[in-house]
């Protein structure tokens, strides 16, 4: 039996320091992100389904038939080991298909990347990718699990019925009860209809970020201030949340000015459309000032400005406004907000405070 299992493994070794190299060198000269990342991902996995695989092989020329009477007499411990290197035969082969698909997921994630600011079709297919990985996941675990499971004969039954269609949908339907199944089963929604997607700019629970990670049952937010929010998938189904890039990254942005109603609106405007062409962020779609209201005491005008993301755009907000504000103070200090007072008559026809105030400075 040892011979045997040397044999295996020699022949294993032999296969794969043979083949890989071949393999890693086709692909640095075809230049293949695919044949690349598989000669990287699997060489191990081959290397065990290998040795396993043809240690049943070799052993199987040795165990006798069952009911013959040979098998009557051959020890029980190499039945056992037999299953035992079929385990892991099983082991490996769905290490190795879980490989496999992570390689072509790296393939896609190198042809559609995530990285240009109008993104919208990448970050599509990118969301769709993760969430099928983990499922494809759930479903050789399951699938292997019944495999193991029907070598031995108590367990023959539970095995068929994992690997039956009535089985799956009912372990699914018994535990989608559960608040996390919930979650599993609003994330097959949310990867193929999208309200979210993956690097999409979001405002969830009043806090804002960016949507890094869709697991099967949670997304993980980016924060502005590098912290993480952890989001359930239900959330998305149920509740109200604002998608700033549902469409296209481009925004809008809004700043707000309040300022006296002497204030010249006709030279801030004048004066916001000299200073926007300097800006790199600003995409030149969008350049408004507008009075937008009025209280008892000041006027609101609102500047609109646009750039190709929401990060380029809150940044370009805040150069906007900082940029009014110095000018209003160097040119129009006169035009901020004040409190205008005018104090009664006085009992004997006396002037009010405001003109006693102007005749005293004159």
Not at 160 to 186: C, H
Not at 195 to 211: C, F, K, Q, S
Not at 229 to 237: A, G, T
Request: net charge neutral.
């Amino acid at each position: 039996m040892a011979i045997l299992l040397g044999t295996a493994l020699l022949i294993s070794t032999v296969v794969v320091m043979v083949t890989y190299p071949i393999l890693k060198a086709t692909a640095k000269r075809i230049n293949s992100v695919s044949l690349d990342k598989f000669s990287d991902r699997t060489r191990s996995s081959v290397f065990w389904i290998l040795s396993a695989g043809l240690t049943l092989i070799f052993w199987s020329t040795l165990t006798p038939e069952a009911g013959s009477p040979e098998a009557a007499t051959f020890p029980l411990f190499v039945r056992g080991l037999q299953i035992l290197v079929r385990t892991f035969l099983y082991v490996f082969i769905a290490l190795f298909i879980i490989r496999v698909v992570n390689v072509g997921a790296d393939t896609i994630r190198h042809h559609y990347a995530a990285e240009d600011g109008n993104n919208l079709r990448e970050r599509k297919i990118l969301t769709q990718l993760q969430y099928i990985q983990r499922v494809v996941g759930i479903v050789v675990f399951i699938v292997f699990a019944a495999l193991i499971l029907m070598q031995f004969s108590a367990m023959q039954k539970l095995g068929t019925t994992l690997l039956t269609t009535a089985g799956v949908g009912g372990i699914i339907i018994g535990l989608a009860a559960q608040k996390s199944i919930a979650n599993l089963l609003a994330g097959f929604q949310i990867a193929f209809t999208q309200p979210i997607r993956i690097d999409d700019a979001l405002i969830v629970n009043g806090e804002y970020g960016w949507v890094e990670e869709i697991t099967l049952t949670y997304v993980t937010m980016r924060l502005w201030d590098q912290r993480r929010q952890i989001v359930p998938l239900q959330k998305f189904i149920d509740d109200t949340f604002q998608n700033w890039t549902r469409t296209n990254t481009e925004l809008t942005g809004t700043v707000l000015l309040y300022v006296d109603y002497t204030f010249p609106v006709p030279d801030l405007r004048e004066e916001v459309t000299r200073f926007l062409p300097t800006q790199e962020l600003w995409d030149e779609r969008v350049n408004s000032v507008m009075v937008t209201d009025n209280s008892d005491r000041a006027m609101t005008i609102r500047i609109l400005v646009s750039a190709r993301n929401a990060g380029d755009t809150f940044t370009l907000r805040c150069a906007t406004r900082e940029h009014c504000i110095n000018w209003i103070q160097e040119n129009y200090r006169h035009c901020l907000p004040q409190n205008r007072v005018a104090a009664p008559l006085t009992p004997g026809g006396g002037a009010t405070l405001s003109q006693k105030v102007g005749t005293e400075e004159n």
